[in-house]
């Protein structure tokens, strides 16, 4: 017994070891320097056993090693790369878009819900976002604003209405916010208020960070083998809610005459419209249950980071009063310009609120990292490194926001820096290419509503905590902790 014991852990230490070595070779054959803390595990060793974020191990890697042009990490099966130079992440997300079209996650067959634009690849993914965009057009947007301005609207009742939100959990706060703003985006809205939907309760609940999503997550990214052979799904648990209340709503709505503008009008719109088919003949039957997997990502994909981004705005003008009063009194202008009104048009004359939006998302990118799939050998420009099929890639964000190099004195706060397109090479706060984030218009949009009508009501004041800001531990996004807002009613 005990022989047998020490033969399988011995067999397993001398597979982790040649596997180790194996990695290790391998980059070095195609020229990349490789991260040798942990030959087999990378960089996920450490977020597993530490509580910080995974972009934040990914930076202390950019820092180390400045001029790399990009480095492999371990995994299980799968090479990884983790590309730092700014040219070489420019051609993995857009130049040479071709051979990085997926994003890497996997998923396995039958998991309804990660069947969505986020996960999706190849033709699937192309004429899935292709029929999906129409949604976040700026004439779809300008329809859809009365539900945005109602769920901000809603907003500030509720925190007027709820003082012990006034400087504890704001990240919470602002969190259940977008949850209730999207679900009214997504189902569509009543005269009642956006925080008494009956799917409020049950989608925050869904979203929240557990161990076990951590680590389905980690082994999907560095064991996909194990991943599809355990037939994992993602998010199991919320499948009955969310392909249930699609059905409901959809069903409801093809007895409605009137056009509501939100996302369900379009899903009646896409199964009115029939198979869906690209030009090569490849067809996709948008089923309720397709359907569902589009609106879930609305939640996976929108939440967390359109509340980061208002978290991000509201730390940087709570500690910057003269900056916050210029971005007021703009509010206060455009909102006396416009008869009284916050419109569509009022929110995008709003030019010095959209700098500081920018400069917040600078310095706290909501996403820290972005990921994609090799999908056809190639080489990345800088460096001559040979990617092969099949690669998974980790690409810098949060590390070029706050590299000096590209950002003067990245870590002031500065909205009159130039943050406009053509800085996109190092400024990527909505990703980049043909897979940047669909909703971005849509969580702008969301967001400097919430800002405008929140800042019109209440006085602010950034109240950092006992050992100052710092990251939770999560997957791809930046969590800001130990530091919340105070929220002072104006007369
Ligand atoms: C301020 C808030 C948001 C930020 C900062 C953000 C950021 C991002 C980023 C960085 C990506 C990856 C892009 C890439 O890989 O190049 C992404 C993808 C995506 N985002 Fe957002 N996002 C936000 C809000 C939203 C919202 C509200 C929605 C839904 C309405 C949404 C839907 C998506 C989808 C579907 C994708 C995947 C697109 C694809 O793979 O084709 N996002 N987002
Ligand atoms: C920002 O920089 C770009 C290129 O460096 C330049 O073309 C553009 O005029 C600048 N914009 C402003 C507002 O300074
Ligand atoms: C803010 O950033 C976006 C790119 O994300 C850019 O198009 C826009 O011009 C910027 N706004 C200002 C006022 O610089």
Same mark, same amino acid.
């Given at each position: 017994?005990?022989?047998?014991?020490?033969?399988?852990?011995?067999?397993?230490?001398?597979?982790?070891?040649?596997?180790?070595?194996?990695?290790?070779?391998?980059?070095?054959?195609?020229?990349?320097?490789?991260?040798?803390?942990?030959?087999?595990?990378?960089?996920?060793?450490?977020?597993?056993?530490?509580?910080?974020?995974?972009?934040?191990?990914?930076?202390?890697?950019?820092?180390?090693?400045?001029?790399?042009? +990009? @480095? !492999?990490?371990?995994? *299980?099966?799968?090479? %990884?790369?983790?590309?730092? &130079?700014?040219?070489?992440?420019?051609?993995?997300?857009?130049?040479?878009?071709?051979?990085?079209?997926?994003?890497?996650?996997?998923?396995?067959?039958?998991?309804?819900?990660?069947?969505?634009?986020?996960?999706?690849?190849?033709?699937?993914?192309?004429?899935?976002?292709?029929?999906?965009?129409?949604?976040?057009?700026?004439?779809?947007?300008?329809?859809?604003?009365?539900?945005?301005?109602?769920?901000?609207?809603?907003?500030?009742?509720?925190?007027?209405?709820?003082?012990?939100?006034?400087?504890?959990?704001?990240?919470?706060?602002?969190?259940?916010?977008?949850?209730? +703003? @999207? !679900?009214?985006?997504? *189902?569509?809205?009543? %005269?009642?208020?956006?925080? &008494?939907?009956?799917?409020?309760?049950?989608?925050?609940?869904?979203?929240?960070?557990?161990?076990?999503?951590?680590?389905?997550?980690?082994?999907?990214?560095?064991?996909?083998?194990?991943?599809?052979?355990?037939?994992?799904?993602?998010?199991?648990?919320?499948?009955?809610?969310?392909?249930?209340?699609?059905?409901?709503?959809?069903?409801?709505?093809?007895?409605?005459?009137?056009?509501?503008?939100?996302?369900?009008?379009?899903?009646?719109?896409?199964?009115?419209?029939?198979?869906?088919?690209?030009?090569?003949?490849?067809?996709?039957?948008?089923?309720?249950?397709?359907? +569902?997997?589009?609106?879930?990502? *609305?939640?996976?994909?929108?939440?967390?980071?359109?509340?980061?981004?208002?978290?991000?705005?509201?730390?940087?003008?709570?500690?910057?009063?003269?900056?916050?009063?210029?971005?007021?009194?703009?509010?206060?202008?455009?909102?006396?310009?416009?008869?009284?009104?916050?419109?569509?048009?009022?929110?995008?004359?709003?030019?010095?609120?959209?700098?500081?939006?920018?400069?917040?998302?600078?310095?706290?990118?909501?996403?820290?990292?972005?990921?994609?799939?090799?999908?056809?050998?190639?080489?990345?420009?800088?460096?001559?490194?040979?990617?092969?099929?099949?690669?998974?890639?980790?690409?810098?964000?949060?590390?070029?926001?706050?590299?000096?190099?590209?950002?003067?004195?990245?870590?002031?706060?500065?909205?009159?820096?130039?943050?406009?397109?053509?800085?996109?090479?190092?400024?990527?706060?909505?990703?980049?290419?043909?897979?940047?984030?669909?909703?971005?218009?849509?969580?702008?949009?969301?967001?400097?509503?919430?800002?405008?009508?929140?800042?019109?009501?209440?006085?602010?004041?950034?109240?950092?905590?006992?050992?100052?800001?710092?990251?939770?531990?999560?997957?791809?996004?930046?969590?800001?902790?130990?530091?919340?807002?105070?929220?002072?009613?104006?007369?």
């Amino acid at each position: 017994m005990i022989v047998l014991l020490l033969l399988s852990i011995s067999l397993i230490l001398i597979y982790v070891y040649l596997n180790g070595k194996y990695n290790e070779n391998y980059w070095k054959e195609r020229g990349a320097k490789f991260y040798e803390v942990n030959k087999v595990l990378g960089p996920f060793w450490e977020f597993l056993i530490s509580d910080r974020p995974l972009f934040q191990i990914f930076h202390d890697i950019y820092k180390k090693h400045p001029n790399e042009p +990009a @480095i !492999g990490i371990g995994t *299980f099966f799968t090479p %990884s790369l983790y590309v730092t &130079d700014a040219k070489n992440v420019h051609a993995v997300m857009q130049t040479d878009f071709v051979s990085f079209s997926e994003r890497g996650f996997e998923m396995n067959e039958g998991d309804l819900l990660a069947d969505n634009i986020l996960f999706m690849g190849g033709k699937r993914w192309k004429l899935m976002r292709q029929n999906m965009t129409p949604l976040f057009t700026a004439a779809k947007l300008k329809n859809m604003y009365y539900i945005i301005d109602k769920s901000a609207l809603d907003f500030v009742e509720h925190l007027k209405n709820n003082p012990e939100k006034w400087r504890r959990n704001t990240f919470d706060t602002l969190s259940t916010f977008c949850c209730a +703003a @999207i !679900g009214g985006a997504v *189902f569509g809205i009543g %005269s009642e208020s956006t925080y &008494d939907s009956p799917f409020l309760e049950i989608t925050r609940a869904a979203f929240r960070p557990t161990l076990w999503s951590n680590i389905r997550f980690s082994l999907s990214n560095l064991c996909t083998p194990l991943f599809k052979l355990l037939g994992l799904k993602l998010f199991s648990e919320h499948e009955e809610f969310f392909i249930g209340a699609i059905k409901q709503v959809l069903r409801k709505r093809e007895q409605e005459k009137v056009k509501r503008h939100d996302f369900a009008d379009i899903c009646i719109q896409i199964q009115k419209n029939g198979v869906m088919r690209d030009e090569s003949g490849y067809e996709l039957l948008p089923s309720d249950e397709l359907l +569902a997997a589009q609106a879930f990502f *609305f939640f996976t994909a929108g939440v967390e980071p359109t509340a980061t981004a208002i978290f991000a705005v509201l730390i940087q003008l709570g500690k910057h009063p003269n900056i916050l009063k210029q971005v007021v009194q703009e509010i206060e202008d455009v909102y006396n310009k416009y008869n009284a009104q916050l419109s569509y048009d009022a929110i995008g004359e709003m030019e010095y609120l959209d700098k500081v939006f920018n400069e917040s998302l600078r310095i706290f990118p909501p996403i820290g990292f972005l990921t994609r799939k090799c999908v056809r050998d190639t080489v990345l420009p800088v460096g001559n490194i040979k990617v092969a099929k099949g690669t998974k890639m980790y690409t810098a964000v949060y590390e070029l926001h706050h590299d000096s190099r590209y950002h003067e004195n990245p870590e002031m706060f500065d909205p009159e820096r130039n943050l406009t397109d053509q800085k996109s090479e190092t400024y990527l706060p909505f990703g980049k290419g043909g897979r940047i984030c669909i909703g971005a218009r849509y969580a702008k949009l969301q967001a400097k509503a919430a800002l405008a009508h929140v800042l019109r009501s209440f006085d602010i004041k950034t109240v950092e905590h006992k050992g100052g800001l710092r990251f939770g531990k999560d997957q791809v996004q930046l969590r800001m902790k130990n530091v919340d807002i105070e929220f002072i009613p104006r007369n």
